[in-house]
Structures are given as C-alpha cells and as structure tokens.
T-cell receptor
Framework: AQTVTQSQPEMSVQEAETVTLSCTYDTSESDYYLFWYKQPPSRQMILVIRQEAYKQQNATENRFSVNFQKAAKSFSLKISDSQLGDAAMYFCAYRRYSGGGADGLTFGKGTHLIIQP | EAQVTQNPRYLITVTGKKLTVTCSQNMNHEYMSWYRQDPGLGLRQIYYSMNVEVTDKGDVPEGYKVSRKEKRNFPLILESPSPNQTSLYFC?????????????FGPGTRLTVT
C-alpha cells in the first residue's frame, strides 16, 4: 500500500517570506500523480498544484511551486512571498493511475502553516 | 457551476440511529469517493465507485455502506452510527482516464454521534 509522510506538523513563516513544506511517499508504481491541497478554516479542500510522475519538469502555479524528486520519492511545496491568506492546513496526496481505473487519494497527515504578519 | 454538493452540512445524532449523507455531482464524473477526516490522521478513503452499480471498499469501510444507482449520486449510509464515526466527511468526484487525475471535493459534512 502507498503511504504519504508529511514530517512537519506545523510550520511558521513571516509574511512575504518563502516557506517549503516537505512530503515523501512510498510506492512501487511508476505511473501516478501527486497533489498539494490547501484546507483553510472553512474546511473546503482546494487543489493548489499537481504533478504527473512522468513529467520531469516541476509544476508551478503563480507563487506555488514543487520540487519533485522521483527517485527520492520526495514532493515538496514551496510558497514564495507568503501572504496571510496562505494560512491553512496543507495536505500532500498521492493517486495511482492504472489504465481505465484509478485509486483514491492517499493523504499525508497534513502541515499546519502559520503566517506571521 | 460545476460542483459537488453534500447534505446535510452538519449533523448531530445518537448512537444507533440510521442516517444517510447525500452526495451529488453535476460534472458527469464516473469516479466518486467518500473520505473521512480526523485530527492528526489526514483524510482516509471509506468507499469509492468507478461507475453506476460498481463500488468498492477503501481503507476504512467498517460501519459504512454506499450505493451508486445513478451516475450523479453517491450516498453514504451509516446503518448504526457509533461515537467513533464522529468525523468530518468529504465526498469527491473525478473523471476516469489517463490524465484525468483531479478530484473535486464537496464542502464536507460534520457528523457528531453521541
């Protein structure tokens, strides 16, 4: 079974600075997807960024970027120019794909990100 | 507007009283899934469905039932709720197929069983 590990239960960063959230995963598959989800106090699950395992190029979405190291099974999220609205719980997630079907998401336990004004 | 809806959003019930949480999506997605979220544990999959009349267990299926009679709906049934099922529940849906990886989440249902 796949596992996803987020080793930082909580992180704190000053507004406008850069922060990196860590995620490692364990899988024997070669074809899969990785995601970062944001969960603000509203509890809504919001997709921040996703990465296809077959793509070597790291995904970026505005101030959010990932460092995907497939051999090391590492998938960290970098948030640049942190803003107060970035404060939330962040979940790393893995999804296996196998032709015609798909598994659900396997989540890490989350990292609570605090933005200091 | 493309969305996943869940009802009710909040529910307080007593042990043993059967309940159903509804989930509906308007995106014609084949894949639907239920997760529960507990503090310190992240989200864990309860059941999933890859199409009408096709359902399967996830990681924590004990105490839950599901059905998929229509493509858009995927209700979660607790036949005899217990306090350890107090949790935040999310329904999610997605397309199937290579590259169709993103799951869309409903707003969540906060369930308390006393």
């Amino acid at each position: 079974a796949q596992t996803v590990t987020q080793s930082q239960p909580e992180m704190s960063v000053q507004e406008a600075e850069t922060v990196t959230l860590s995620c490692t995963y364990d899988t024997s598959e070669s074809d899969y997807y990785l995601f970062w989800y944001k969960q603000p106090p509203s509890r809504q699950m919001i997709l921040v960024i996703r990465q296809e395992a077959y793509k070597q190029q790291n995904a970026t979405e505005n101030r959010f970027s990932v460092n995907f190291q497939k051999a090391a099974k590492s998938f960290s999220l970098k948030i640049s120019d942190s803003q107060l609205g970035d404060a939330a719980m962040y979940f790393c997630a893995y999804r296996r794909y196998s032709g015609g079907g798909a598994d659900g998401l396997t989540f890490g336990k989350g990292t609570h990100l605090i933005i200091q004004p | 507007e493309a969305q996943v809806t869940q009802n009710p959003r909040y529910l307080i019930t007593v042990t043993g009283k059967k309940l159903t949480v509804t989930c509906s999506q308007n995106m014609n997605h084949e894949y639907m899934s239920w997760y529960r979220q507990d503090p310190g544990l992240g989200l864990r999959q309860i059941y999933y469905s890859m199409n009408v009349e096709v359902t399967d267990k996830g990681d924590v299926p004990e105490g839950y039932k599901v059905s998929r009679k229509e493509k858009r709906n995927f209700p979660l049934i607790l036949e005899s709720p217990s306090p350890n099922q107090t949790s935040l529940y999310f329904c999610a849906s997605s397309l199937l197929g290579q590259g169709e990886s993103e799951q869309y989440f409903g707003p969540g249902t906060r369930l308390t069983v006393t």
